[in-house]
């Protein structure tokens, strides 16, 4: 028997609401994708949202909805999986990476504040493990700098910052729903913006860049069947069947958020006198959905303790190498020792098993394998 890091929990009514929708008119396109819509724009209290077919798509989206193009530059953190670097090379931007925080490992203003000049087209956050970062502080560095910022909440929707929920912050949010995530639809997203009219852009871009408004037709007159492309998108739809089990989902979004909130609080208590170990901390303005239980095992034996974890069933996870590690960077002229902090994060780190479904007698067994291991 092995305990994986992170797992979906799908109960018989998210199968219920899954199986109805295939019996429907509308397998893509329809009345499920905008319910689903409106529920995370609900959760979020923003003006709307975009479902996407994966946190990938909702940055690509988030990115062409920002602008994002060839001459722009975007500045990100490195520790983060790669997509959200990726997504705004894709857009022909030069992404710069800032170092981040020693202990949540999310990107430091500071070192944003070094790198923000006038190319600086967006500040994409990472919230990482769940915890958001300093947004209110990243906020004003973009807006002082005509920048836009974009928060990568992969891991966090559902987490709140100074009492505000992630999502109505940023000038743009992207959610991913993957399996391991907070909520999932399999694969999905979602893009959420403060400003109706960088939403708006996002949504075309996710639809091939269509306009069919009548208004904003520039050849209104060329029949009822006509539609036109003004800005090239393409195709990141999230079909109706997939965003019922999303709106099933979010019907237990509060108690995926509790269960989380009581395996971290398990965790902190009874791994806090561990030698070697360093635990997750979390600011007092922020309540997080945590997605990852993310600890760092001092002098040189994050390995061993991995390979240990992993022989004894116990399925961690590593998150994550810094993304300008990837040999795709070091082609591009990226170097090792640019973010030093996000380096020494990552040599250390272990991502501990988190999910609602984890059992108390599994995390007992992650706990006293990770005690043995370091024994
Ligand atoms: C921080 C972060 N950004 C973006 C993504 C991309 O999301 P997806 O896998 O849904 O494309 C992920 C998920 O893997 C992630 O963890």
């Known amino acids: 028997m092995s305990i994986p890091y992170g797992r979906q929990s799908i109960d018989e009514s998210d199968i219920a609401a899954v199986v109805e929708t295939l019996t429907t008119d509308w397998l893509t396109m329809?009345?499920?994708?905008?319910?689903?819509?409106?529920?995370?724009?609900?959760?979020?209290?923003?003006?709307?949202?975009?479902?996407?077919?994966?946190?990938?798509?909702?940055?690509?989206?988030?990115?062409?909805?920002?602008?994002?193009?060839?001459?722009?530059?975007?500045?990100?953190?490195?520790?983060?999986?790669?997509?959200?670097?990726?997504?705004?090379?894709?857009?022909?931007?030069?992404?710069?990476?800032?170092?981040?925080?020693?202990?949540?490992?999310?990107?430091?203003?500071?070192?944003?504040?070094?790198?923000?000049g006038s190319k600086t087209r967006v500040i994409a956050a990472v919230d990482y493990a769940g915890h958001p970062a300093d947004l209110d502080e990243l906020g004003a560095i973009a807006r002082g700098s005509n920048a836009l910022l974009l928060e990568d909440a992969a891991h966090s929707i559902a987490s709140t910052y100074r009492g505000r929920p992630v999502g109505s912050i940023a000038d743009l949010t992207a959610f991913s729903f993957f399996p391991t995530k907070n909520l999932t639809t399999a694969e999905g997203g979602a893009v959420v913006s403060t400003d109706p009219e960088l939403l708006e852009r996002a949504r075309r871009f996710r639809s091939h860049g269509m306009v069919r408004d009548r208004e904003k037709l520039r050849y209104p007159d060329e029949g009822p069947w006509h539609q036109e492309v003004h800005e090239f998108g393409l195709n990141y739809r999230l079909p109706d069947v997939l965003s019922a089990l999303g709106t099933s989902q979010l019907l237990r979004i509060a108690q995926f958020k509790t269960r989380r909130t009581a395996i971290f609080e398990r965790y902190s208590e009874e791994l806090a006198n561990v030698d070697r170990l360093v635990l997750p901390t979390r600011r007092d303005y922020v309540d997080p959905m945590w997605h990852l239980f993310p600890v760092r095992v001092r002098d040189g034996r994050r390995r061993e303790v991995f390979d240990y974890l992993r022989d004894h069933g116990v399925l961690v996870q590593v998150n994550y190498i810094p993304a300008y590690w990837h040999p795709v960077f070091e082609d591009l002229g990226y170097r090792r020792g640019m973010c030093p902090v996000a380096e020494h994060f990552y040599e250390e780190e272990i991502s501990l098993p988190m999910y609602a479904g984890l059992t108390e007698s599994d995390q007992g067994v992650v706990i006293d394998t990770l005690r043995a291991a370091l024994a």
């Open 30 to 116: 329809g009345p499920k994708v905008t319910g689903f819509e409106s529920a995370i724009a609900a959760l979020a209290v923003t003006p709307g949202a975009v479902a996407v077919s994966s946190g990938t798509a909702a940055l690509h989206c988030a990115y062409a909805g920002a602008g994002v193009g060839a001459g722009d530059e975007v500045i990100t953190s490195p520790m983060t999986f790669v997509a959200t670097a990726a997504t705004a090379i894709a857009q022909g931007a030069t992404v710069r990476f800032a170092d981040v925080q020693a202990d949540t490992a999310n990107i430091d203003p500071e070192s944003v504040s070094a790198l923000v």
